[in-house]
T-cell receptor, first 113, second 114 residues
Framework: AQSVTQPDIHITVSEGASLELRCNYS??????LFWYVQSPGQGLQLLLK??????LVQGIKGFEAEFKRSQSSFNLRKPSVHWSDAAEYFC???????????FGGGTRLMVKP | DAGVTQSPTHLIKTRGQHVTLRCSPI?????VSWYQQVLGQGPQFIFQ???????GRGNFPDRFSARQFPNYSSELNVNALLLGDSALYLC?????????????FGPGTRLTVL
């Protein structure tokens, strides 16, 4: 069975600082990996996805993520955080057949002025 | 174009009651999925429907059921509500059921069971 672990429940960074959110997955085959963001009172918005090819993927809002098969990781990064980035971030893995997603527990990001 | 819409936004029920949640997908999308998000946790997959047929079911009891209509809208039904069913219920739509097809999520229905 597939699973996703996000080791950090809460992270606080200063505005303008760099950010890295960790994600580890367990999946028997080639994973389909996603990062979503959820702001209060809103649904999930897709930031980026990895299916194959270049292991560094670019997403919206200046985010990027790197797939490392040897470490079973798909960490999300941003070089300079803005106050509007404060939200909850979810890493997810999708099955080869069908697009049912398995989500991690989420990381809540707080941004200090 | 309108995104995924869900109704109602909030509702409060008591234990043992039944609830129906509704979802309208993005125009042209034929697949609808339902997820349960308990406070402080990530969403958990409940059901996926494509072209009115169930394509996937998560690890939820038989009290949970769903269906998809000819216009691709969907209902999630929960019988004999328990306190633990209190959660945000998210609906997502996509054009098809491959992982290549991005899922677009609605704002959710907040269910409180007292």
């Amino acid at each position: 069975a597939q699973s996703v672990t996000q080791p950090d429940i809460h992270i606080t960074v200063s505005e303008g600082a760099s950010l890295e959110l960790r994600c580890n997955y367990s999946y028997g085959a080639t994973p389909y990996l996603f990062w979503y963001v959820q702001s209060p009172g809103q649904g999930l918005q897709l930031l980026l996805k990895y299916f194959s090819g270049d292991t560094l993927v670019q997403g919206i809002k200046g985010f990027e993520a790197e797939f490392k098969r040897s470490q079973s990781s798909f960490n999300l990064r941003k070089p300079s955080v803005h106050w509007s980035d404060a939200a909850e971030y979810f890493c997810a893995v999708g099955a080869n057949a069908g697009n049912m997603l398995t989500f991690g527990g989420g990381t809540r990001l707080m941004v200090k002025p | 174009d309108a995104g995924v819409t869900q109704s109602p936004t909030h509702l409060i029920k008591t234990r043992g009651q039944h609830v129906t949640l509704r979802c309208s997908p993005i125009s042209g999308h034929k697949s609808v999925s339902w997820y349960q998000q308990v406070l402080g946790q990530g969403p958990q997959f409940i059901f996926q429907y494509y072209e009115k047929e169930e394509r996937g079911r998560g690890n939820f009891p038989d009290r949970f059921s769903a269906r998809q209509f000819p216009n691709y809208s969907s209902e999630l039904n929960v019988n004999a509500l328990l306190l633990g069913d209190s959660a945000l219920y998210l609906c997502a739509s996509s054009q098809a059921v491959s992982s290549y097809n991005e899922q677009f999520f609605g704002p959710g229905t907040r269910l409180t069971v007292l």
